[in-house]
């Protein structure tokens, strides 16, 4: 018989579906506890009250009030909710500042603080060698012949759009971090 077992706030704490229900289990529908066998800790029991119409034993109808137990979403904590937002937040900090950066001359290059710093250092090392120029291939692998100072404004533009990057989820982790609701929380972006 499938079952679920909870603690005392009704959080369920383990679930299954086979024939060895537990000392303490609840019998619950099979769809219950397959809900439940995933991620316990995502429920919390219920039982609520059902009016269902059912044929009475002379074939007429009868409205009878039942209890009916479901599953509902556990609420999150808010440290939860601000550990989710935070690793969203994050994972979009990481897609953004390695997004191509689009130069004033329409260059495409590859974003990235790697980049910005493998440009900047190309630059460098190639005007401690004495050269006047580099050559740097953009996000489409076309090469660009330019000046050393034409190289540092590119590795400048991707830094800066790291930067941007980077300001918008300092600012943001704090504001979650801050918030004390888990609606405003969920609402950072």
Known sequence: M?????NSNNQVLS??????????????????????????????????????????????????????????????????????QINLLRQNFVNESNAPVTDTNGNVWDGGESSGSMIYLACQMASLGGLSG???YDHYNVAHPMTIAEGMTVAATIGAAYQTAYQKWQSSRAQVLADTTIADIENVT
């Open 2 to 6: 499938p079952w679920i077992i909870i």
């Open 15 to 84: 679930a299954g579906t086979d024939n060895h229900t537990p000392s303490g289990a609840i019998n619950v529908p099979m769809e219950l506890a397959m809900q439940a066998v995933a991620n316990p800790s995502k429920w919390i029991y219920v039982s609520v009250k059902e009016t269902q119409t059912v044929l009475g034993p002379n074939v007429e109808s009868v409205t009878q009030t039942v209890n009916v137990p479901t599953l509902t979403a556990s609420p999150l904590s808010i440290d939860t909710a601000q550990t989710q």
């Open 134 to 136: 580099i050559t740097l």
